[in-house]
């Protein structure tokens, strides 16, 4: 099972992806916009993004460059249109490990999706085996976590939303991400779950290692 980031405005093809990936046994998320989608894949909590071009915000070709720029390796599979060769080499010049020209079958995309799992030092470079974030630390492999060296019992919900707030250490991380990464995209957005999990987690952690940013979000600080 893979984390996939799916990319893609267009509803209808970001659905048609999306429930294939899941047919596969694939967790997807899907998001519409540029300026998210960055966000999203910087979060390191991703095997495998699939990255549309023309997309509100800031395009694909941008997406894709400030993620290399800022160091990201993810794997990226770009969906061209099928008559622009320069779109094609602009993804693979701008670090696109492959590409998809569209309109495709799935089959299509999932052979190239394959692929690139498939290739073991990028999957390795993409997902640390530890998270450390000041006492606190995550095994990924066991799911433990340990705080100054002690185990702490953590259930699966409150290990995933521990996972995205040490990814991302003193960030501000906002309800919807959360419930995107933990809950998956179609939560309720007006549901109290996050901050119900997050008072677990102080309660685990230590109440000063997540703050409430008011009117934003929430925010793991290292002690
Ligand atoms: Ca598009």
Known sequence: MAAILIVEDEERIASFVAKGLRAEGHQP???????????????????????????????????????????????????????????????LEGGADDYMPKPFRFAELLARVRLRLRQPEQAASARPEHLVVGDVLLDLRTRQAEISGRVVELSAREFALAEIFTLNPGQVLSREQLLDHVWGYDFDPGSNVVDVYVGYLRKKFGADTISTVRGMGYRFNAR
């Open 29 to 91: 998320t899907v998001v519409g916009d540029g300026r998210q989608a960055l966000d999203e894949a910087m979060t390191g909590l991703y095997d495998l993004v699939i990255l549309d071009i023309g997309l509100p915000g800031l395009d694909g070709f941008e997406v894709l460059d400030q993620l290399r720029s800022q160091g990201s390796r993810v794997p990226v599979i770009v969906l061209t249109a099928r008559d622009s060769v320069t779109d094609t080499v602009t993804a």
